[in-house]
């Protein structure tokens, strides 16, 4: 059976930065896509970035998506968070997973998903 196991998220400041992990296994990672999606509260999830099976690395400041194939784990990185930044994340897979940023998903739009992070940014 599959697991997704996110670790990484906490209550940080305005203006630190912060690492989110996510795991998936067994699964033959290197074949699928990957994201990372957030949902800020009374909002629905929102794209933040995926990228395909043939990239490893996406920056659209001030969120960077990365993944490590032998270790089946993907990574998000937050600079200079702001309080706005504040909300449950979660990482995906799916052959078909797209998102931009702001863009809608559906549960039905990847195959695994992780149980959500909560991240709090203060002031």
């Known amino acids: 059976q599959v697991q997704v196991v996110e670790s990484g998220g906490g209550s940080v400041q305005a203006g630190q930065s912060l690492k989110l992990s996510c795991t998936i296994s067994p699964l033959t990672f290197r074949d699928y896509s990957v994201g990372w999606v957030r949902q800020r509260p009374g909002q629905e999830r929102k794209g933040i970035l995926c990228?395909?099976?043939y990239a490893s690395r996406l920056e659209w400041a001030p969120f960077t998506i990365s993944r490590d194939n032998a270790r089946n784990t993907l990574y998000l990185q937050i600079r200079d968070l702001v309080p706005q930044n504040t909300a449950t994340y979660y990482c995906?897979?799916?052959?078909?997973?797209?998102?931009?940023?702001?863009?809608?998903?559906?549960?039905?739009?990847?195959?695994?998903w992780g149980q959500g992070i909560q991240v709090t940014v203060s002031s």
């Open positions: 995906a897979a799916g052959h078909g997973l797209r998102c931009t940023w702001g863009s809608s998903i559906a549960t039905e739009d990847a195959s695994y």
């Open positions: 990228i395909n099976s």
